[in-house]
């Protein structure tokens, strides 16, 4: 076998399954936290000459899970490695995708720098923040492939509640090309909020929408502490919509966001790019068609 899976601390389920379904082998690994909270990483299984699959989400921790990445990563070269993918379900500091204010760190471009360094060849990443196409691309000199999530999140809710007269709404224009092509493949209506935010919990929305009686999925990359949702919520309620859904491909679901919006929702649903207690679909069959 030439093709191994590792899988990281946060993806442990998730790289077993992408393991079974891509029809890889499953490295063995221990990782754990020495007691001043430093990681330990070990590979029990042949990396020499083997094309090698790390797979990691960025939460929760997302600092212990990039210094994790880069450990295994660097051992993986050092051990000889043909190649080393990683496969970042959940990809941790993208939101500094640019310098916005002077003196500010880059984190997007210093992440793919330390990837690099450490000898991965490839990403992999499922509704990364603020990339909106799904081909490979050039991330800061790293080959990066962004998949969506939308498309399996949609047909999980329209099956499993045998909705017709659906309307995908993307709660910012920053999601709205995963929902675009969620809404187009399952042949569902679409249309996009503005969204400013003002602080970590404050959002303000405007648009038009035109829902009434129509069942609702609104549809982000992440919900971290829910207020975008909440506010979405209530612009669709107040539009007279049937039933409304949440659904996002990575649920942070930070405070107590997630019970807030099941209160006030017909369903809160996402994905196993981080392990949560929502309702949840497995990215393992979307992502083994691409490694
Ligand atoms: C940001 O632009 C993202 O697409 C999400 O809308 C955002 O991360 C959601 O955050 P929150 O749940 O804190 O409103």
């Keep these: 076998m030439s093709n191994l899976v590792i899988p990281l601390y946060n993806a442990r389920e998730l790289g077993r399954k992408i393991a079974i379904k891509s029809d890889k082998q499953l490295a063995e690994v221990e990782v754990r936290k020495f007691p001043d909270r430093e990681i330990y990483f070990r590979v029990d299984s042949e990396v020499k ?27 993986c070269k050092d051990f000889g490695a043909k190649s080393i993918t990683l496969v970042m379900s959940y990809l941790p500091y993208a939101r500094q995708d640019e310098r916005f204010k002077e003196g500010e760190a880059f984190s997007l471009q210093t992440i793919s720098r330390l990837f690099q360094n450490a000898g991965i060849t490839k990403l992999i990443t499922v509704d990364a923040h603020n990339r909106h196409d799904y081909t ?31 309307f995908i709404l993307s709660p910012d224009f920053g999601a ?6 969620a809404a187009t493949a399952k042949g569902a209506e679409f249309g996009a909020l503005s969204k400013v935010r003002k602080g970590d919990f404050e959002v303000e929305m405007e648009g038009e929408l035109d829902v009434k009686g129509k069942n609702v999925i609104i549809l982000d990359d992440i ?36 019970e807030k919006l099941r209160k006030k929702s017909d369903g809160v649903i996402s994905t196993d790019s981080i392990v949560n207690d929502a309702e949840s679909i497995t990215l393992a069959n979307e992502i083994s068609k691409v490694i």
């Design 49 to 75: 000459g083997n094309d090698i699959f790390l797979v990691q989400s960025g939460y929760p921790g997302p600092n212990h899970s990039i210094m994790e990445v880069l450990l295994a990563a660097d051992s």
């Design 136 to 166: 490979e691309s050039d991330l800061f000199g790293l080959k990066h492939l962004n998949i969506s999530a939308g498309k399996i999140i949609v047909e999980h809710i329209m099956e499993k509640h045998k909705l017709k007269n659906v």
């Design 176 to 181: 709205s090309n995963m929902v675009k092509e």
């Design 223 to 258: 919900i971290s502490t829910g207020s975008t949702m909440i506010l979405a919520m209530q612009k669709v309620k107040k539009a007279g919509a049937a039933k409304i859904f949440c659904a996002a491909t990575h649920g942070i679901f930070g405070w107590d966001s997630l």
